[in-house]
């Protein structure tokens, strides 16, 4: 979930869904493999050894990726995110990150990953044109962390990406994403914010959502935004920041004593489909127009139709723009809307769901 300016207004030619959002932002998931196994989003018990995942030739190449890309800046798309799985197994990605961030139209490439492999990386994305770096950690506490990373994950090397993502200077910053557990993490969410206040990263909170279908979520593993900035409150005075920009996830908010600002995503307890201006795509080349997706159109197909066809670029953004304008998605609001066909807290919502590792959170 990003979290940066665009003053783009929109394009005559850029598409307008049913409900009067334009596309602005595109997330990729570039990798559908991961080396954590956090319960959440990949737990061991089905992405075990034995899991097949995505093969080479199944994924879009950096060609596919970068032409997807091109028409979706022609279309008002400035922002792109790349996501996995964990996007830093992808062989080769700072040569993707130069070519997406040298695309006419793109004005931001982010990246979120679980921080394990950015020592190594950093300065190659850094030079490559990537913007902006967050890092997925839940828990400075060893073995909350172990727990919430599937027993994969290291904190002493997160950590130390963290550090390598601030040395290499990264120009819009570097953030922590927490997905806040009520009885696993949420009380360990002031020992972060006092790790991070005065460095000039900035913590976000994410109430835990129902993406996917296999992390078990119930209502009451919720700890919502507005009990947790009470929580923080008590510890260090906070006072609301204006959004930066119509669309802005993360509501922000700064420390009165000046240590910084954090932020709150709020899906689940104070929806914000209402402004949602970000489509998605999967590994293999589908686009989903919501995290909470149940189906995605393929452009893989398209795009190997036949690389040298004229035709396909003009095929390719008539496809996005048409997935888009018939968009209606507002899955968090109907959710929040129509707590009846919720049951002791457990979802009866809706049908299945693609999974959060396939699509990017």
């Given amino acids: 979930m990003d979290d940066d300016n665009s003053s783009r207004s929109v394009s005559p030619v850029q598409p307008v869904d049913r409900l009067g959002r334009p596309l602005r932002d595109l997330r990729i998931s570039v990798m559908d493999r991961c080396n954590f196994r956090c319960p959440y989003c990949m737990p061991e018990a089905t992405y075990h050894e034995a899991f097949r995942f ?119 910053g570097v953030k922590i994403n927490t ?12 020992d972060i914010l006092a790790r991070f206040r005065n460095t000039g990263v900035t913590v976000r909170l994410i109430e835990y ?13 919720v700890v919502p935004s507005r009990e947790l900035r009470a929580r923080i409150a008590a510890l260090w005075p906070l006072e609301p ?7 802005e996830v993360a509501r922000r908010y700064r420390y009165v004593d000046g240590a910084g600002e954090i932020g709150f995503v709020s ?31 393929d452009l893989r197909g398209l795009l190997r139709q036949s690389a040298c066809n004229a035709d396909v670029d003009e095929r390719l953004r008539t496809t996005l723009s048409r997935i888009w304008h018939h968009r209606t998605d507002r899955y968090s609001e109907e959710r929040t809307h129509r707590p009846a066909l919720w049951a002791d807290g457990k979802k009866t919502f809706s049908q299945e769901k693609i999974e959060m590792h396939y699509i990017g959170g």
């Avoid at 990537?130 to 290291?154: E, H, I, K, Q």
């Avoid at 949602?276 to 795509?281: D, K």
């Fill in 54 to 172: 995505l093969g080479p030739r199944e994924r879009l190449d950096f060609d596919e990726i970068e032409r997807v890309a091109r028409m979706a800046a022609e279309l008002g798309v400035t922002k792109i995110r790349l996501t996995g799985g964990e996007p830093l197994l992808r062989p080769g990605l700072p040569d993707l990150v130069s070519r997406l961030s040298a695309l006419p139209g793109i004005e931001d490439v982010a990246l979120t990953t679980n921080g394990v492999l950015l020592p190594r990386f950093a300065p190659a994305l850094r030079r490559a044109g990537l913007r902006r770096v967050t890092v997925s950690l839940d828990s400075l506490d060893p073995a909350v962390f172990a727990y919430m990373s599937g027993g994969r994950g290291d904190l002493s090397t997160v950590m130390e990406g963290v550090n390598a993502a601030c040395a290499a200077g990264f120009e819009g």
């Fill in 179 to 190: 997905v806040v557990q009520r009885g696993v993490n949420d009380a360990g969410v002031p």
């Fill in 209 to 221: 959502m129902d993406v996917g279908n296999r992390n078990g979520w119930g209502r009451a593993d």
């Fill in 241 to 247: 920041l204006p959004p930066r920009y119509r669309g």
């Fill in 267 to 297: 899906s689940v307890s104070e929806p914000f489909c209402g402004t949602c201006s970000r489509a998605r795509l999967s590994s293999d080349g589908k686009l989903y127009a919501c995290l909470f997706a149940t189906t995605g159109t």
